[in-house]
């Protein structure tokens, strides 16, 4: 199983590759339906390009457990690795947006790639690692439940707090419903 630990960490970062980027333009192309909203990008939010990370990889996270049986501390991993995804980000998108004080498309777009390379090459090592920690896997997987709860929460109820502004339209969260 060691050996294809490299071959399954490329196939996640493609599947979550294109997985955000469907997800980045499903809810317009579904005349912004709210019921693909809690999944998709609603908006250009820090807090929605988070979201386009955070679903597809744990789609493959539960297609690849059905593989990893054998690793006892997988969900721990799995865990680890979406926060640091997620931690990602916001920290290389207000660092950057920090230093040259704007924010051009393309750039925006290669956080998310590079965070998705950098989330699977970091639970690659990890798979890798002989006696890697983990508390207990009813808790990360619950933690990880807890997060997407919070993701389509606040898909409906944005807080007021920059990291869900939309710095196009300077609104935050859903506009309309529309189902």
């Not at 005349?31 to 909203?37: G, H, K, L, R, T």
Request: hydrophobic share 50%.
């Amino acid at each position: 199983m060691k050996r294809s630990i490299g071959l399954w960490q490329l196939i996640g970062f493609a599947a979550t590759s294109l997985g955000g980027t469907l997800l980045h333009f499903l809810y317009k192309w579904s005349n912004e339906s709210v019921f693909v909203a809690p999944f998709s990008g609603i908006n250009e939010s820090t807090w929605e390009h988070m979201k386009l990370l955070f679903f597809p990889m744990l789609v493959f996270a539960f297609m690849q457990s059905f593989y990893f049986k054998e690793y006892g501390t997988f969900w721990c991993i799995k865990l680890k690795g979406i926060l640091f995804g997620l931690l990602l980000i916001p920290v290389l998108f207000y660092t950057y947006n920090g230093v040259i004080g704007t924010s051009p498309d393309w750039i925006n777009i290669a956080i998310f790639f590079i965070s998705a390379a950098a989330v699977y090459v970091y639970e690659a090592r990890m798979l890798l690692n002989e006696n890697p920690s983990c508390i207990s896997k009813k808790l990360a997987v619950t933690i990880l439940c807890i997060i997407a709860v919070m993701f389509v929460v606040f898909t409906f109820a944005t807080p007021n707090i920059a990291i869900f502004e939309d710095p196009l339209t300077k609104t935050y969260g859903i506009k309309k419903i529309t189902y």
